[in-house]
C-alpha cells in the first residue's frame, strides 16, 4: 500500500515493489513469493506463485510498474537471462535481486544471480535504462554484492575479479565435473586465510 503525505488516503498495487526511481514515479518489481525459494530473507514466505518451482521462467523476471497509471510491463524474463549465459547456468535456478535505480532515475543496476553445482550463487552486475532497453553486463566475476550508486554514471560494489575457479563452477558439462568437485572440495576445506590470499593472488 502506498500513503499519501497526509496519511488518508491509501491504494494496493498491482505488484509488490523492490525499488522505487527518485521521483517514484515508476517502480522495479519481481514474484517475491518465488524470490523467498531461491534467496529466504529477501522474499515471502509462504507466498506460492505460478513460478515458484521453475527455474528460468520465461514470463517472469523484472517488472516496470507506472505508478500512475499502475500499469506493468515485464521488461527482462529470467529465461533471456539464463539464455544470455548459455551453456553455463543450464538446468540451474535462476534469479534477480538487489535492484536499484540510479539517482537520477535514468539507469537501473541489478544482480542476475543462479545457482552453481556445489549449491553457491554465481552472480553477474547487470545495468538496463528505464526502458527496458540497453542491458548490459557491467561484471562477470562471478562473486560480487551490496553495491551502492556513487553518481548517475558511477556504481560502486564489493566483488572479486573473475576466475578460473569460478568460470569451472559456472559450467555444466560433463568434462569438467572432476574441475567442478576440485573447487567445491576447495570451497569447503582450504583456510579462509589462504583462500583470501589466492583470491588476491589469481583473481
Known sequence: RLVTDDGEHARDLSLPVYAFSSASELA??????????VRQG??????????????????????????KTDTTKLVLSLAELADDVAPRGKGAVHWVDH???SPDGRSLVFLHRWLA????????VMLMDRSGRNIRCLRDCGAAG???????????IWGRKGSVATKIRGTTSRKSMPLRALAYVGRRLLPPALKKRFNQECF
Open 28 to 37: 522495479a518489481c519481481v514474484d517475491f513469493g518465488r524470490l523467498h525459494r
Open 42 to 67: 529477501y522474499g515471502y514466505a509462504g507466498v506460492e506463485t505460478p513460478h515458484t518451482s521453475e527455474n528460468a521462467p520465461l514470463d517472469d523476471g523484472i517488472f516496470f510498474l507506472d505508478m
Open 99 to 101: 535492484l536499484e535505480f
Open 117 to 124: 553445482c556445489d549449491g553457491a550463487p554465481i552472480t553477474r
Open 146 to 156: 551490496h553495491g551502492l550508486w556513487l553518481k548517475n554514471d558511477t556504481y560502486g
